[in-house]
Structure formats: C-alpha cells, structure tokens
C-alpha cells in the first residue's frame, strides 16, 4: 500500500472511490463462484428454499456423487478434454504462422489478407449457412468438425500478429544475417520472444474451446461426441422436465440445483488450474536485453 | 579476395530516390567509414550490402560475385546491429553459435569456435549469461562475437557503439579498430559521429542527402574537403565559414572579410581571375592564433563564451556578426581569454569555397596523411 499522506485530498479520495469500485467488481464477479460452490455443497432442500446465500448449508456430496455416477458425465468430460487440447493445438498451429505471415512487411497483398482476416470479425456466413457448409463438408458430429472447423479465430490472429509487429525488425535481420530462412527466424527467434503473447492466445484458445457450447450443440447429435457444457445442458433440461425428479425434492439431499451447480464446479476446477502455469507468461520483459532503444 | 564494389548503386522508394548512384570501392581487408548525418543514406546503402534492402538499380559485387540478387545469408557477409539484436531467450555462447547452428556447423566445431571467440572477446566469463544481465559494452561484444565467429568475407557495422556512453564508446572503437588489425576482414562502418569515422577509418566516404561528397583517408578529408558540407562535418568543432570577397591586393588575391579585414590568398593562382567573386572562407577552429606570429592579418572578434575543456579551450565569439569557434591551449589559465580582441589567421590553412556551388576554389596547404 502506497503512503496516502503523499497524496492531495483530492487524490485521496480519487484512490478510495477506485479502490471502493474495484473492491465491488471483484466482490461481483467472485460471489457467482462462491455461490454456485455453496450450492453444489449444499443438500437439494436447502437450496430449494432459499437458504444458501454464500456458504453451503446441511453439507453434503450428495450432488457429486449424482454426477460422478453418470458415465455420460464421463464421457463429455472427456470429449472437452479432447476438444480443448487438440482444438488449442490445432487453433495454434494455424494463428501463429498466419499472424507470422500476415505481420511481415514484405507479404506481398498484406494489406489485402489483413482486411481480409479483419473482415470476419464483423461479418460472417451466419448460423444456418455455416451449418449447411459443415454439413456439406461431411463434418457434423464428428470431432475433425469441432476441432478444425473453429481453428481459425480472427482476434487472436490480429492481436499475435500485432504483437509479432512489436518484435523489432533487427531481430529477424540478425537472423536472415545469420542464415535463417523464414520457418527458422519463427521457430527458434520469433515464437520464444512471443511466449507472453502465445500463452494469452492459447488461453484464449483453451477458454473459448472448454467453454464452447453453442456450435457443439448445434453440430453433434451422437451423445458419445458431446462436450460437457452440452451435456450440462441437458442435465438442466432433463432434470427440470423429470416429474418424478421433482416430487421427490423435498426429501432428496439433491436437487437439479445442486447437481447442475455440482457440474459447473467440476467443469471450472480445470481452467482455475491451467492460469497459474500460464500466469509466468503474462510478465513484460521478454525482450528485455536483447535490444537498446 | 573480398573486395566490395558499388557500381551506380540507387535505392528508391516508390519515386523518391534516396540514394542517388553512388559508386565506391572497398578494397580487400580495408577499413571504410560511411559517414553523414541522418537521412543521408549511409545505413540505407548498408543495408543494401547486407542484402537487407533491394538495390533499386546499380550493381553491387563481391568478392568477384555480383550479388544484387542473393539472399543476405548468401552473401558470406555479417553485421552488428546500432540496437545489438542479441537473442534474449539464448545465453551468449547459444548468441554466438546461433549462425553456426542455423548452418548446421558440426557441434565440436562449434563449441571450439564460440570459446576462439570468447577468448577474442573477452567473455570467456559471461558464455552463461543472457544479454539482459550483460552491460552495454559486453552486449556490443556479444554481437560483434556473433559476426566474427563465421569469418565471412565481409563486416558491416551500422552505427554499433551509438547506444554506449562516451567512456564506453571510446574504449569500444579501440577495440573494434584492434579486431581489425588482428582479423583483417573487410569492413564498412556507418556512422554520423566524425570521432568514429576520423579514429576508425582506412578511408572515410562522406555522404550526404544520397550522394557521396567525398572519399579519402580521414586526413584528406582533414585537410583538403572539396566542399564547404565536408569541411562542416569532419573536424570538431567544425570550419568557420565566413562570407568574403575576392580582392586582387598588392602580392595577388586577397579574401576580403570586412572593410578593414582581408586575408592574403597569395598561392592562389587560380584565383587571380575571380576578382569580385563571392566565396565562404573556411578557418579551422585551431588554425587560429591568438598572438601573431608575424605578419599575419588580424581580424576583430567579440567573445560571447568560453568553454574549458581541460587542455584546451572552445572560444566562442562573433566576427563581423557571425559565429566564430576558436580552439586554443588553455596552458592552465582561462580567464585571459575574455580579453580577447582580434585573432590572427594562419594563412597556410585557409580554404576558400565557391558561395554558391560550395566547392573548394583554393587550399592553402596539401594533405599530410
């Protein structure tokens, strides 16, 4: 904490007002955590009517033990597993040449490709011809569809190649002077010095994969191949319209509340733990050295 | 055999020329230094050596290669880059070896090179180190380490010791200057300090706005500028140009200051015929003299400033309304020389240029060196 008295009283207050709002923002954005944790520990009639407010009451495992016992949890688990490794992988291995690609100023059309990247952040096909295309592709409920079909993100190609644009020009002269061809300057001087950048995007990548529901719903119709936000989904849906589920509310430890809240938890926990490995590249100063301004 | 030759070199940027055919030789194991102030196109004509810009038009060779169209790795050239470009994922020996890797040199050839070159360099200690935790001088030798150790044909140097403190840079250019001597490979150094260029250089090439104005040893260029832009820029302080008319006077031409004031051009022969003609007077800040010799003309001077630098001392003053710098031993004792009244000019190191073209008309001495 800096020393306040070195402050004007207007400065004074401009720091407390600050710390008051972010103090709120934080708190608004950690409750739905801790709520949604409270309940999944929580048993069924306790939520049902209305006690949990931020710690979990009549504690229990009872909603866990629900999900673990279905082995379609299992299998969607797994499906995002394979989606978000391999759709991250493969999301890479195409933004980081093409933002590379489109970042070089001797890419003759680059102004050209740029727009043209560009291009698809305020427009694109929509959702029913980008299905009939999937489907014209043979690639609806299969994990290549899911996988490759939403590799490409424009945003995370501008933002790396904005940053590859930041690395100063003289560190792929000094390659090329050592005898780098394109492939090399990449590989063993561009991507090290871009690690901050290629984690941001990766994590953008592992996000938006892990979360990915929408077009996983709309393209996979064999359960065997669904994520888990659609498998969570239909959890909420089945267990909502299942009259037996609901009579027995009363009595049951567990409530479609609790075993829906149970779900998010345990598709969270995975993404709390990857920021921490990934938190190392989020430091400026790479570059520190390499050059002198 | 690792001569450098530019034949009508150009460079353009969609129509704007920015280097106008320039036409220079570098002979094998020569030391040269392009040099000129910013924008003149001596790092643009670099560059196009490197291989690092297209060459517009022209023909540039070397060795007996013409190489307009290789590729810079090609070229058996390297260079050391005014902001290092050191790779600061790698350590210095992985810096070092980074061209020999790319080359797929054999890995104990490689480890023997990087420590040959270490050793050279002075950083036999530091192999571990990355360049963030190396000083200003290390990390120059880390990339002067990285060119030496393929031996090509060739060293370029673009501005490499502008980012050192001034201590620092003067013990770099001895060091560059003792690589050289000890390697005697080709080298073509750019830079806009004219210290670098007169301590450093074989041959001095002085360019400006895309053109060369001058080639010579630093002396030449010392002592014989063929123009009022050489005279300005090699020399510091740099020539005082006053404005003068030629006068024919009682032993031949004269160069007529003020009035009361002309300066006896009496070698100049060639100068007979261009009585009434406008020209600038170039005196050299140290070709003055306080106290005559004998016979020398003076001219009256308003001093403004004075400025001790130790030995010496920079007098600032006014002649006939404009600036006048000169460089005098100060033999311990500055406070004299606010007395100053008038200086003397040693007339066998006045140069006079043409007002208009700026060429030299007339100088009074001939190079030494």
Known sequence: MQNLNLYSRGDKLFVRINIFLLTLFALSTLYPFIYIAAVSFSSGSAVTSGEVIYRPIELTLAAYEYVWNESQFWVSYMNTFIYTIFGTLVSLLIIIPGAYALSRPQLIGRRFFNLFVAFTLWFNAGLIPFFLNMRDLGLLDSYFGIIVGFACNAFNVILLRNFFEGIPQSFEEAARMDGANDFQVLWKVYLPLSKPAIATVALFCIVSRWNGFFWAMILLRDESKIPLQVFLRQTIVSLTNDEEFGSTLLEAAYSYETVTAAIIVASIIPVLFIYPFLQKYFNKGILLGGVKE | MSQVVLEKIVKSYGEVDVVHGIDLTVDSKEFVVLVGPSGCGKSTTLRMIAGLEEISGG??????????????????????????????????????????????VDKEEIKRSVSEVAEILGLTNYLDRKPADLSGGQRQRVAMGRAIVRHPQVFLFDEPLSNLDAQLRTQMRAEIKR????????????????????????????????????IGTPMELFMNPVNRFVAGFIGSPPMNQIKATIVAGVDGPEAKISDSVSIPLSRAEGLASATGQSVIVGIRPEDVLLEAAGGEPSVPLEVNLIEPLGSEALIHASVGGEPFVIKTPTHGDIAHLNDIRQFHVNVDRVKVFDEKSGSALYQADQARG
Do not use: C, W
């Open chain 2, 179 to 214: 690589l050289h001597a000890r390697l005697g490979v080709t080298s073509i150094y750019v830079t806009h300090d004219q210290v670098e260029a007169m301590t450093l250089a074989d041959r001095i090439v002085v360019m400006s706005a895309g053109r060369i104005e001058q």
């Open chain 2, 59 to 104: 023909k540039l060779s070397i060795g007996d290669r013409m190489v307009n169209d290789i590729a810079p790795k090609d070229r058996d050239v390297a260079m050391v880059f005014q902001n290092y470009a050191l790779y600061p994922h790698l350590n210095v020996s992985e810096n070092i070896a980074f061209g020999l890797r790319i080359r797929k």
